[in-house]
Structures are given as structure tokens and as C-alpha cells.
């Protein structure tokens, strides 16, 4: 069994940043993968970030290449994202998921998921 809870949202203003926290319990943290979702009003949930188990690979949905950083620490139990040059759109929940048994990569499916925090965005 693993809990996420994610913390860090908030309200920011465009051309602002945050940083997303998502703490594990837990003894299996690091065998699995990270991915961060979310999910705007009256969309579709996607994946924004995934990081493999070692933080040797890593994914990013075009929308946020070179704006966003996903990392985790294995040590605390904990996988981040950084999020730099916000824009409205980015506004939605974020959730933090894990997954413990993949093959490929990115994770088709995640096991576990965390509560979600709000990011918005204004313009």
C-alpha cells in the first residue's frame, strides 16, 4: 500500500512558479515510477510528468518541455515538480501517481494516486 499526498499548489501569476511536492508512505517509493497528471475543469485528465524509478528517465508532455521539472528523492520519499513560466492554461488539479509494476516506459497505468492540490493561474 502506498499514500501520496501532494502538496505546493496555490495561486500564481503568469510568467510565475511553483513547486509541487508529492510525499510517500511507504517502503516501495523507490521501485516505483512517479508520474504527476491533472486535470483542468470540463477536461480530460492527462499526464504532465513521469520519472522512472532511478530518476534516470523521464517524460514530459509537450505542453510543458522546457518550462517544467520532475525529480524525486528516494531518500525522502518524495518526487517534485517544478514549474516554471506558468500560463493560465496550466491552471488545474494536480495529482501525483505511482506506479509499482510497468514495463514500458512511461507507466501505461499508475496503482496509487494522491488527493490532488489546485494550481491556478491567473493571467
Known amino acids: 500500500q502506498v499514500q501520496l499526498v501532494e502538496s505546493g499548489g496555490g495561486l500564481v501569476q503568469a510568467g510565475g512558479s511553483l513547486r509541487l511536492s508529492c510525499a510517500a508512505s511507504?517502503?516501495?517509493?523507490?521501485?516505483?515510477?512517479m508520474g504527476w497528471f491533472r486535470q483542468a475543469p470540463e477536461k480530460e485528465r492527462e499526464i504532465v510528468a513521469a520519472?522512472?524509478?532511478?530518476?534516470?528517465?523521464?517524460y514530459y508532455v509537450g505542453s510543458v518541455k522546457g518550462r517544467f521539472t520532475i525529480s524525486r528523492d528516494n531518500a525522502k520519499n518524495t518526487v517534485y515538480l517544478q514549474m516554471n513560466s506558468l500560463k493560465p492554461e496550466d491552471t488545474a488539479v494536480y495529482y501525483c501517481?505511482?506506479?509499482?509494476?510497468?514495463?514500458?516506459?512511461?507507466?501505461?497505468?499508475?496503482?496509487?494516486w494522491g488527493q490532488g492540490t489546485q494550481v491556478t493561474v491567473s493571467s
Open positions: 520519472i522512472s524509478r532511478s530518476g534516470g528517465s523521464t
Open positions: 501517481a505511482a506506479a509499482l509494476l510497468y514495463s514500458g516506459f512511461p507507466p501505461q497505468e499508475y496503482d496509487y
Open positions: 511507504g517502503r516501495t517509493f523507490s521501485s516505483a515510477a
